[in-house]
C-alpha cells in the first residue's frame, strides 16, 4: 500500500511510526528499519524516512556522529535504493551543515547508478538555494574533473541557486563555456535557461553573457532562453516575445 494510498490521518500517524522506527534503530545501533524504508518502491516511504533522519540529526546532537556512520555503511549497500536514500537524507542535513556530509557527496558523485548521482544533484540543489557558499567550493572542486558526467552533474547541481541569483552561478558556467562533450555544454545551455525567466534575472544574464567568448554557444542559449518564457509563460517576468525583443536590444555579437 503506497503512501498516498492512505488517508491524511494515516499519513500522518505512518511519518510518526516511520520516525521512531528510525530513531529506534540510531539508538540501537541497528539498520532493519532504516534499510526497509529507504528501500521502499514507494518514493514518498522513502522521503518520508530521509527527511526522518534529518530531523533526528538536528534534534539529537548526542546521534550525530552515530548517524554520518550510519550514512557511510549505508552507501554500502547493493541496492541503489538504500545508497540513494542516504544522500538525501544526507542533503537534508547539507542544507545547514554541508561541510558535515561534503565526503558523503564526494562518494556519491561517483556511484555507478545513475538513481545515487541524481540524490547527489538534488541534494545540491536544495542547500545551494540555502547554504550557496560551501556548494559552490564543492562545485568548483569538480567543476573541470575528467569524468564528463561528473561535470554535467556539477553544472546541474547550482541551477536552482541561480534562478534567484544568476550572478553566483554565472561565473562557474562561464569556465564552461568552450565545453566539447555535448551533454555538458547542453546542460550549460540547459542552466542559462533556467536562471533567465524570473524577474530581474533576463538582464542580469545577458549582460554577463555578453562578455563571454564562445558566441556560437551563447547564440544558443538566447535561443533557449527565449523558448523558456514561452514554455513558463505563467512564470516569467517577460513574455517570449519580450525576451526577445530585449536580447536583441541588448546583446551584442562581437565583445565590447
Same mark, same amino acid.
Given at each position: 500500500m503506497g503512501f498516498y494510498d492512505h488517508t491524511k490521518e494515516e499519513r500522518t500517524?505512518?511519518?510518526?511510526?516511520?520516525?521512531?522506527?528510525?530513531?529506534?534503530?540510531i539508538h540501537e545501533n541497528k539498520v532493519g528499519?532504516?534499510?526497509?524504508?529507504?528501500? +521502499?518502491?514507494?518514493?514518498?516511504?522513502?522521503? &518520508?524516512?530521509?527527511?526522518?533522519?534529518? /530531523?533526528?540529526?538536528?534534534? $539529537?546532537?548526542?546521534?550525530?556522529?552515530?548517524?554520518i556512520l550510519l550514512f557511510e555503511k549505508l552507501l554500502k549497500e547493493k541496492d541503489p535504493r538504500i545508497r540513494q536514500s542516504a544522500i538525501n537524507a544526507a542533503g537534508e542535513i547539507a542544507i545547514r551543515e554541508f561541510e558535515t556530509v561534503e565526503h558523503l557527496f564526494d562518494?556519491?558523485?561517483? +556511484?555507478?547508478?545513475?538513481?545515487?548521482?541524481? &540524490?547527489?544533484?538534488?541534494?545540491?540543489? /536544495?542547500?545551494?538555494?540555502? $547554504?550557496?557558499?560551501?556548494?559552490?567550493?564543492f562545485a568548483r572542486k569538480y567543476l573541470h574533473?575528467?569524468?564528463?558526467?561528473?561535470?554535467?552533474?556539477?553544472?546541474?547541481?547550482?541551477?536552482?541557486?541561480?534562478r534567484k541569483y544568476p550572478l553566483e552561478v554565472l561565473p562557474l558556467l562561464k569556465e564552461l563555456q568552450h565545453e566539447q562533450k555535448a551533454r555538458v555544454r547542453n546542460m550549460v545551455i540547459h542552466v542559462l535557461g533556467q536562471?533567465?525567466?524570473?524577474?530581474?534575472c533576463l538582464e542580469k544574464v545577458v549582460a554577463d553573457l555578453n562578455h563571454w567568448e564562445n558566441k556560437e554557444l551563447v547564440e544558443e542559449a538566447l535561443g533557449?532562453?527565449?523558448?523558456?518564457?514561452?514554455?513558463?509563460k505563467n512564470f516569467a517576468?517577460?513574455?517570449?516575445?519580450?525576451?526577445?525583443e530585449y536580447i536583441g536590444k541588448h546583446y551584442k555579437k562581437t565583445n565590447s
Open positions: 500517524k505512518l511519518v510518526e511510526k516511520i520516525n521512531r522506527h528510525i530513531l529506534s534503530d528499519f532504516i534499510i526497509e524504508y529507504f528501500s +521502499d518502491k514507494d518514493t514518498y516511504i522513502r522521503k &518520508a524516512a530521509y527527511q526522518a533522519m534529518g /530531523k533526528i540529526f538536528f534534534a $539529537n546532537q548526542k546521534l550525530q556522529n552515530k548517524i562518494l556519491g558523485i561517483f +556511484d555507478e547508478h545513475h538513481s545515487v548521482k541524481n &540524490a547527489v544533484i538534488g541534494s545540491l540543489k /536544495k542547500a545551494g538555494e540555502k $547554504n550557496p557558499e560551501p556548494v559552490f567550493i574533473h575528467p569524468d564528463e558526467e561528473v561535470r554535467r552533474e556539477i553544472c546541474h547541481g547550482i541551477e536552482l541557486r541561480g536562471i533567465a525567466y524570473e524577474a530581474g533557449e532562453i527565449i523558448e523558456v518564457h514561452g514554455r513558463y517576468a517577460f513574455t517570449q516575445r519580450q525576451a526577445a
